[in-house]
């Protein structure tokens, strides 16, 4: 009788779950932000800021999915 009242408590609370996660993950999508940072790359070194000799194509893809940031400064490392 215990095992099957725990049984029955477990499965309601999967199900009560699943029903209810689809709405909270639409909720609380946030949108992924990649940040690349890379050594001695100039602005017009990447195809999707229009180098004509080196091709990028997963870079253009995230480029052209998304959003193109163009003005982002490192600081220069000192020793």
């Known amino acids: 009788m215990q095992k099957t009242l725990m ?3 477990i499965g309601l609370a999967v199900c009560t779950g ?3 996660s689809p709405a909270l993950a639409a909720e ?3 949108p992924n ?3 690349i ?3 001695d790359l100039g602005y017009g070194d990447l195809a999707t800021y229009g180098h004509q000799i080196v091709k990028t ?3 253009d893809r ?3 999915e998304g959003v193109k940031f163009t003005d982002y400064y490192a ?3 000192h020793e």
């Open 62 to 64: 995230l480029a052209q």
């Open 18 to 20: 699943n029903a209810f």
């Open 57 to 59: 194509p997963n870079i």
């Open 33 to 35: 932000l990649v940040i």
């Open 75 to 77: 600081p220069e490392g």
């Open 28 to 30: 609380a999508k946030q």
């Open 7 to 9: 049984a029955s408590l």
């Open 37 to 39: 940072m890379a050594d």
